[in-house]
């Protein structure tokens, strides 16, 4: 077959068969260097995945997203909701650095690092392995009718599907609210975490509906960033690729006849092991997630006919069609350029960024009062914020020009604890005779021991004397 026929592929979705109904992937099970490559790195990431919530820094988690609280802790680092713009840029970093990547190696990240993937290929099918079989002894049970072998291997899959699903939702949680409250819900009585038992069972039943039923819809359907990669790919864009200028055309080996054909047997080896149900000698497809298992299987086929390995390989369409080597394009050039100027950006925001974060904002209601000692006095909203892991005991503040600034409690010095916040009134006063202008600018300065930490400019009013 010539490789630009047939192109009735792209009208539908493997997964999804003439009548709308949903075709179920037996994907064999894999085996080669790529795989065990990914077994060894999928090791390491659930180890960090489960292990992460629970590592402390400066008592704090390393890596906490508490949505409910705003309160985000990134690699020891301590973001507030007044930190938002922060998690805005690094948002824009993060889709730019996927831009550029997917640009350079399509899905790579999807193959290797994604959560889906790692989860679905390197625990729920080695899982379902062990349980069921590979896809031949799956299928048979699936056609099998309800005998003893069936409950009983059913039974134990959704059991075990749901209790590890259990303990990703349990560490997801701890992503969210910490592990000293996941503690908490789990070893106080339910009736005083009932909204806590709530949440666990629905991420459990979530991540257990992804991996028993949703599975690779969640890359082919639902996750937009493989759907980008029509955009994202050009013929620069190394990807896991059929080499179809040496394998085609394509034809069986048959015994005691010279081979004229091209090195593709047609043994159908690469479809088998594919988790998401492709055919990759049709070329780059959405669905695929550049999960190796086709590279390995086609690889173990031409071992076994003598051939070279890397029919199918991570290669761009220009290396294949025109055996050019890997080029960083000018679009390329272009997206990194963009990435380190928005990285620059971060950082230096990220090391000037003040830990104690202060607002004052004039008291509604009253614009100025005279004090019998001939000065001006305006009222004003004050807020101390502490961002940082560090109790402050002697902040004070000042006022930056002629005239003084006065907590309502008259202290002079304030403490602040860790991640504490202070609220409180303040007055500023200056001379009648120093004021020229009805509105002003002044500033209210934050010194910690002697040096300066925060400067907050807001509006003072007055009388205009002529
Ligand atoms: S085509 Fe190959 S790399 Fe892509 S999803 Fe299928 S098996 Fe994985
Ligand atoms: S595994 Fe290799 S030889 Fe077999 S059909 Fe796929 S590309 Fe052809």
Redesign the pocket.
Known sequence: MNIDEGESFRDKVATIDESGKRNWVFAYKPSGKFYQARSWLSIFYLFVFFGLPFVQYKGEPFLMLNILERKFVIFGFVFWSQDFYLFGISMILFIVFIIVFSVAFGRLFCGWACPQTIFMEMVFRKLEYFIEGDAPKQIALKKAPWNADKIIKRTAKFAVFYFVSFLIGNTFLAYIIGKDALLKIITEPFSQHIGGFTSMLIFSSVFFFVYIYLREQVCTVVCPYGRLQGVLLDKHSVVVA?DYVR?EP?EKLRKNTERTAG?????????HVCPTGID??NGTQLECTHCTA?ID??DS??EKINKPTG??KYASEATIAENKPFIITARLKAYIVVLLILLTAFVSILATRSTIEMQVIKASGQLYVETPDGQISNMYNFMLINKSHNNYDSLELKFDGIGSVELVNGHKYLSLKKEGSIKSTLFVKIPANRISERKQTIKVNLYHKGQLIEVEKTNFLGPVFN
């Open positions: 059929y394998g394509r090195d593709c047997i047609d043994c159908l080896k690469c479809i990759i000698r086709c299987a086609c086929i031409m029919l199918i």
